[in-house]
């Protein structure tokens, strides 16, 4: 299995390109769903993708996330 890390965040991080992933995330579906949840009461629009692998993954874009000028 590839490398990976756990790591709890705010919306504002996600908001302010949390890991410079230029909007691009991946949840287990349990932690999605509660994400989903608050960025609906935040209008925060998602692109969703379901992956199919060993652990039920979701893979998202976050619209209108601060992206820093490098």
Request: aromatic letters at 8%; one cysteine or more.
């Given at each position: 299995?590839?490398?990976y890390r756990i790591?709890?965040?705010?919306?504002?991080?996600?908001?302010?390109?949390f890991?410079v992933s230029?909007?691009?995330?991946a949840?287990?579906k349990?932690a999605?769903?509660?994400?989903?949840?608050?960025?609906e009461k935040?209008?925060?629009h998602?692109?969703?993708?379901?992956?199919d692998?060993d652990?039920?993954?979701?893979?998202?874009t976050v619209k209108?996330?601060r992206i820093?000028?490098d």
């Amino acid at each position: 299995m590839g490398k990976y890390r756990i790591d709890p965040v705010t919306i504002d991080q996600i908001m302010d390109d949390f890991g410079v992933s230029c909007g691009d995330y991946a949840m287990e579906k349990e932690a999605f769903e509660r994400f989903k949840t608050v960025a609906e009461k935040e209008n925060i629009h998602l692109s969703v993708n379901e992956e199919d692998c060993d652990v039920p993954l979701m893979l998202f874009t976050v619209k209108g996330v601060r992206i820093p000028d490098d």
